[in-house]
């Protein structure tokens, strides 16, 4: 899953993003009020962390730019700005959470967690098959009858955003936009998620993600047994 991590706080921000990538996130950083309302319109991103005090524009007018331009992105706000009237305007403003500095970092990840299992109506958690929990701590696989398997983080990511979606079907193009970042090579290699796939296939059955040609992939929480 992909966050945006809006904060001028330069230092704030990298250390935001390191605690959220050990958690298996993806995050792209942006750290002025104009560049992050036209990055989050591309429509790439799980998740925006946005701080209010920005420069070029404030993050209120930022927020209230995405929600009349239709853009419903989850959005958590982390301001200084801490008083109940400011809370009041923030979440008028269309925001989803508000999260006062100082802030504990697990309280955000948490939060974060919730807003995504909320924006793809899932209330489960944690995320599970009728055969395995997926350990989000660990980044493994957690089988009902007691064995646990790692997974590499990449795999994970895959993993947790197709569990996130199932039942329905996600195309190539949507994994790769949710599992890397801006910076990353494989930003658009489709061959890249077939290898992941089969990896994780081969890790967890292959009747819980069902290739839809042309189309892309659907994760089934019931796994339809393999014919051979
Ligand atoms: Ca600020």
């Known amino acids: 899953m992909r966050v945006l991590v809006v904060e001028d706080d330069v ?5 935001i993003r390191r605690r959220l990538m050990e958690q298996g996130f993806v995050v ?3 750290h002025d009020g104009v560049e992050a309302e036209t990055l989050a319109q591309q429509g790439v991103h799980d998740v925006v962390v946005l701080d209010l005090g920005l420069p070029s524009r404030n993050g209120l ?5 995405w929600r009349r331009a239709g853009l419903s992105i989850p959005t958590i706000i ?20 508000y999260l006062g500095k100082p802030f504990a970092m697990a309280e955000l990840v948490t939060r974060i ?3 995504l299992r909320r924006s793809y109506r899932h209330n489960q958690a944690p995320l599970a098959t009728s055969s395995f929990t997926l350990d989000e701590g660990q980044q493994a696989v957690l089988w ?3 064995r646990s398997v790692a997974l590499t983080a990449t795999e994970f990511r895959l993993l947790r955003c197709l569990m996130l979606s199932a039942g329905r079907i996600v195309t190539k193009e949507y994994l790769l936009d949710h599992i890397y970042d801006f ?3 494989h930003e658009h290699d489709h ?3 077939e290898v992941h796939i089969l990896n994780l296939r081969k890790k967890i059955g292959h009747g819980m993600i069902v290739t839809k040609r042309h189309q892309g992939y659907l994760f089934q929480s019931e796994a339809t047994p393999v014919v051979s």
């Open 78 to 97: 982390l301001s200084a700005r801490n008083s109940w009237q400011e809370k009041i305007e923030g979440i008028e403003a269309g925001a989803d959470d």
């Open 28 to 30: 792209d950083m942006v």
């Open 144 to 146: 009902h009858d007691g």
């Open 183 to 185: 910076d990353d090579e």
């Open 191 to 193: 061959n890249v998620i």
């Open 61 to 65: 007018s930022v927020l209230r730019t």
């Open 11 to 15: 230092a704030l921000c990298a250390m």
């Open 113 to 115: 967690k919730a807003l």
